[in-house]
């Protein structure tokens, strides 16, 4: 159980160092405005300035804050790989895929126009998706909130990656963020949910033990009075 909270911290680190990578990366952005609606994740890793054209969609690139878009995400794939190893079960050993696919695509290829760098971010949506159904399937009788949760939040991903791979000229930042933003979303959700599990169980049993009392003392009572 101790492992279990050891890696929910974990996972939340992950989290917050990917975000916060990312919030001075956006801090540092030296080409007007970064418009989540326009412009892609992989954007805020790109050490050179420059106009990217895909499809239909133009957007003009120059991330002055790159390495700390870089450093964010290395960090945080190290923290979702401790969170692996402290866990230890089924849907963490799928998120080693997550932290593999995030370290390439954040770090090693962070160049959106590359064809590796968005077949990185499919199998982090990929791995994720896996791990969230055996979530899903693990809670759906024991821990009903986070099963109906993680469902909601595993649609909302995959239809924002759909849209995104499918249909690049609408509002293509947006969708990818929806899709995979999401996720990241979850994996603070989960972090929390390992976090404090030891401490809803030891309420549980408090509460069964207060309420054993309880009956016991009426049958007690009730022994007397007869």
């Known amino acids: 159980m101790e492992g279990n909270r050891k890696a929910g911290f974990a996972l939340i680190a992950a989290g917050v160092l990917v975000i916060v990578g990312q919030l001075l ?3 540092g952005w030296a080409a007007g405005d970064y418009l989540l609606r326009d412009h892609a994740i992989g954007d805020l890793g790109m050490s050179s300035c420059t106009m990217i054209t895909e499809d239909t969609h133009i957007r003009y690139v120059c991330s002055g804050g790159y390495a700390w878009f870089r450093l964010g995400t290395g960090l945080g794939a190290a923290a979702l790989l401790l969170a692996v190893l402290l866990w230890r079960r089924l849907p963490a050993w799928l998120l080693l895929g997550t932290a593999a696919a995030i370290a390439t695509a954040g770090v090693i290829i962070p160049d959106p126009r590359a064809n590796a760098h968005v077949i990185a971010l499919t199998f982090v949506a990929a791995f994720t998706w896996i791990a969230m159904a055996l979530v899903i399937a693990k809670t759906y009788r024991t821990r009903r909130p986070v099963s109906i949760i993680t469902a909601v939040l595993l649609l909302v991903s995959v239809i924002g990656v759909i849209i995104w791979l499918t249909v690049p000229a609408l509002s293509p930042g947006l969708f990818q963020r929806l899709g995979l933003d999401t996720l990241l979303l979850w994996l603070l959700y989960l972090g ?32 007397e009075l007869g």
Do not use: F
Request: aromatic residues 0%; without cysteine.
């Open 192 to 223: 929390a949910t390992l976090a404090t599990g030891k401490r809803d169980v030891d309420k549980h049993q408090r509460r069964d033990e207060e309420q054993k009392l309880r009956d016991e003392a009426v049958r007690r009572a009730a022994r």
């Open 25 to 27: 990366a956006v801090s």
